[in-house]
């Protein structure tokens, strides 16, 4: 069943403007969720807000957001000091800049949502700029309030319709050249590198979704499905594991994987 989009529109392009409707791409419905019990009685556990000092319940018209500025001292604001910060990008699409779609590094994108034409009258216009970004090889940048809160976007064309992806904000994502600088240069040995592409190769299969299959969520369905019929489950006996190490001899190591993989196939 197609999921109810959760967001309508408008996508515009200078003067170009087509109504649009935005449904997320991925969903977390079929995962096996769990509720909190307690053991002696078996009824639900409920969370609450507690005063920190005096261990009682703060109903939710008490609570108020704050600011710490020291030990025990905030800067708070209320519903209307927060809606001084009204945005404006609620509706609108306005895609402002363009960058060659291979900028974007994955390590910037968060959520996908497919975006659609909401309207028949929307199609040609919606069809005229995503088929004008393929042609470039270009994504387009914008501004959008998501998730009670504005985020940088991204538009990408993809098959007949578009994605849009919700960007982190530039404070968020840390400097890699701190996280590689300790890496020394190197140029590996060519016989080293010839045994890692036939790695690879044996290693090369057809995509398919079938790869990020959930095994625990599948085992948890089981186990669920067998405690329903009144079944035992057993806790299986742990699989001895592979002693890992350092890497000696690069190249028996790789041999050995290729040898490895072949015996798979």
């Not at 009824?43 to 319940?57: A, E, F, H």
């Not at 968060?110 to 042609?135: C, K, N, Q, Y």
């Not at 080293?192 to 290693?203: D, F, G, N, P, T």
Request: charged letters at 30%.
């Amino acid at each position: 069943m197609a999921a109810r989009s959760f967001w309508s529109g408008y996508l515009k392009l200078s003067l170009v403007t087509c109504p649009v409707e935005m449904t997320p791409a991925v969903t977390q419905a079929e995962r096996v969720r769990f509720h909190t019990l307690n053991q002696a009685t078996g009824n639900r556990v409920v969370s609450q807000y507690v005063d920190s000092v005096s261990g009682k319940p703060v109903a939710d018209d008490d609570q108020l957001r704050g600011y710490p500025v020291g030990e025990d001292d905030y800067v708070t604001l209320t519903d209307d000091e927060f809606s001084a910060v009204a945005l404006e990008t609620t509706r609108t699409i306005d895609i402002e800049h363009f960058v060659p779609r291979a900028e974007v590094g994955l390590v910037w994108r968060d959520r996908p949502h497919f975006l659609t034409p909401s309207e028949p009258v929307g199609e040609e216009a919606f069809s005229v700029i995503r088929e004008a970004m393929v042609a470039t090889r270009m994504v387009g940048l914008s501004k959008l309030v998501l998730y009670r809160r504005e985020r940088p976007i991204m538009v990408e064309p993809r098959g007949k319709g578009m994605v849009v992806w919700t960007l982190r904000q530039a404070d968020e994502v840390r400097d890699e050249a701190a996280a590689f600088g300790g890496i020394k240069p190197a140029t590996p040995p060519k016989d080293a590198m010839q045994l890692a592409l036939s790695v690879i190769k044996e290693r090369t299969v057809e995509w398919s979704e079938d790869l990020l299959a959930d095994r625990v969520q599948a085992s948890l369905k089981k186990i669920i499905a067998r405690k329903k019929k009144g079944r035992k489950v057993e806790a299986p006996k742990p699989k001895a594991e592979e002693e890992t190490g350092k890497v000696i001899d690069l190249m028996a190591a790789l041999r050995k994987s290729l040898e490895a993989n072949k015996r798979k196939r």
